[in-house]
């Protein structure tokens, strides 16, 4: 490869203090590009440590395996423990400028807010629910549902859930409530991927069976946890106290911050076997973000992307 293209040597060749000052400001250019380059690579590692973008040993960006194995392998997930209770909420607020649109004040629930998880990854899969005198909304709602129109339809966003009420603008008497929705799994907002959520006081165990057929490969798990916390309206960061457990075929992991996860290659098991996730009363929610059973190349995906 020439060490210049072309036109650049042959303009260089017919001299002149203008060509030779355009060569030197094009290298210092590609060295401003590449300090530029190694700075977001830094704030991406900055962010990921942070919580903020995924990461670990499978993230949003990473195609799961290029085949699966649904139908062949199977596997049940059950939740046990109850659900926690939600606080309050405040009183509602007209938001001014729309022909509908309502808003609660809830900064506590910034991390698991629809736009929050989108933007790091795990699209629009809040787990909160809003209810009008134990009516549901719709939830994950775009725009026109909660602002243009009186659809009774929400979102949860950061800071806010902005929501319209049922039929009417003004009818807005409640008693409004939040809860969780306690689908295993709950389908994400948008295009309905299964995503699988464990609560501080719960613990999610998937059962897989034992029947792994030689000519599917090698056997490993991959499992891939975003930590998140949600505080109350009194402490809206309030960080957990308690760490969350992760345990695949005996293999253990803790953690209370950003991430839990694992990469596990082993002998295949010839009996039922789990993958349990856990968290305590006090310790953070977890978004099941990977869990991939088999390999690169024949997996169960049960929770992530597919190639």
């Known amino acids: 490869m020439l060490a210049h293209p072309p036109l650049l040597v042959l303009l260089v060749a017919c001299g002149g203090p203008d060509l030779a000052k355009l060569e030197v400001e094009q290298q210092a250019l590609e060295r401003e590009v590449g300090v530029l ?12 440590a942070m919580g903020m973008l995924p990461e670990g040993p499978a993230n949003g960006a990473v195609a799961g395996p290029s085949a699966g194995l649904d139908g062949q392998l199977t596997f049940t997930a059950t939740r046990e423990g109850p659900l926690p209770a939600l606080p309050s909420l405040p009183e509602p607020q007209r938001r001014s400028g729309t022909k509908c649109g309502w808003r609660f004040f809830a900064p506590w629930l910034d991390q698991v807010s629809d736009i929050s998880l989108d933007r790091t990854g795990s699209g629009k899969s809040s787990p909160i629910l809003l209810l009008q005198a134990g009516e549901e909304l719709t939830a994950h709602a775009n725009l ?6 009186c659809s009774g339809a929400f979102r949860v966003q950061p800071r806010y859930i902005f929501f319209s009420p049922f039929d009417d603008e003004d009818a807005v008497s409640g008693p409004w ?28 165990t998937f059962t897989f069976d034992g ?26 960061q309030r960080a957990p106290t308690a760490m ?26 010839t009996e039922a076997w789990t993958v349990r996730v856990e968290s305590p009363a006090d ?21 992530g992307e597919r190639g």
Request: glycine content about 10%; charged content about 25%; overall charge negative.
């Open 211 to 236: 029947d792994w057929v030689p000519e599917w490969g090698a056997f490993g798990v991959t499992v891939d946890a975003r930590l998140l916390t949600v505080g109350t309206p009194e402490q809206p």
């Open 283 to 303: 310790g953070p929610w977890v978004l099941l973000q990977t869990l991939w059973v088999g390999n690169e190349e024949q997996a169960l995906v049960v929770a």
């Open 37 to 48: 380059r190694t700075d977001v690579q830094s704030m991406r590692e900055q962010m990921q």
């Open 244 to 269: 969350a457990q992760l345990e695949v075929l005996g293999k253990r992991k803790s953690g209370r911050e950003n991430r839990l996860g694992l990469v596990l290659e082993t002998d295949p098991p």
């Open 177 to 204: 409530t939040l809860a969780l929705d306690d689908a295993v799994p709950l389908a994400r907002g948008g295009d309905g991927q299964g995503m699988y959520w464990v609560f501080p006081g719960t613990t999610l």
């Open 144 to 149: 026109p549902k909660f602002e243009r129109s």
